[in-house]
């Protein structure tokens, strides 16, 4: 399967737990991005990198979020101390090209839950 | 930063009929507008997508419209098909080329 790939599909973890996320990109595609998708809501920026700059991070994104992409090629998504409300699914999406102005395309997904 | 609103949030069709999906924008700088298709489970796929130099595109049963001036651009189904039941998502890119994505429109096509 040469499309975007997430790890894990489904997450359930306990209030103030770290859980960390992959993806892996379509290959060759310089921008990866990550999303936040809630039922009933589009897709939400958190975050986007071009190679392995973080060029991006939402406003609305606390501290406890990180991400990173230390080869310019896969890239994770941390979120310490997790609260309820950040239970959602975490999309990411590739393109190519460097001007954001190229089709994304999604991964399946990490389904997190936070109890 | 942009700001894209959507409507209707949801939408029932008649199979055969035609459904119109509107998305406004806010960023006059916004250059490329996809739409995306969400079926329950799976992830977003495009359907189609305009740039900023062209008005309108067609693609089989499938026709987006772009208005620069009003900020508006708007998604045709014609001759819809049960299988055109989805979400159906709009975006805009802002002026660093990242996505704002509109709320979503459920689309329902009875037999």
């Known amino acids: 399967d040469t499309g975007v790939s997430q790890d894990p599909r489904h997450k359930i973890t306990k209030r103030g737990q770290n859980v960390t996320f992959r993806c892996d990109p379509i290959s060759e595609h310089n921008r990866l991005y990550w999303y936040r998708q809630t039922l009933g809501q589009g897709p939400e920026f958190l975050t986007y990198f071009q190679n392995e700059a973080q060029l991006e991070k939402s406003r609305l994104l606390s501290d406890r979020f990180s991400a990173e992409r230390p080869k310019g090629s896969f890239s994770t998504l941390e979120i310490q101390r997790t609260e309820q409300g950040d239970s959602a699914m975490y999309l990411c999406a590739s393109s190519s090209g460097t001007s954001g102005t190229d089709e994304q395309f999604f991964g399946p997904g990490t389904r997190l839950t936070v109890l | 930063g942009e700001n894209v609103e959507q409507h209707p949030s949801t939408l029932s069709v008649q199979e055969g009929d035609s459904a119109v999906i509107k998305c406004t924008y806010s960023d006059s700088a916004s250059n490329y507008f996809p739409w995306y298709k969400q079926e329950l489970g799976k992830r977003p796929q495009l359907i189609i997508d305009?740039?900023?130099?062209?008005g309108e595109k067609k693609d089989q049963r499938i026709a987006v419209t772009l208005n620069k001036t009003a900020k508006h651009f708007s998604l045709h189904i014609t001759e819809t098909q049960p299988e055109d039941s989805a979400v159906y998502f709009c975006?805009?890119?802002?002026?660093?080329?990242?996505?704002?994505f509109g709320a979503g429109t459920q689309v329902v096509v009875t037999p």
């Open positions: 975006a805009a890119t802002d002026s660093w080329g990242k996505f704002q």
């Open positions: 305009i740039r900023s130099n062209v």
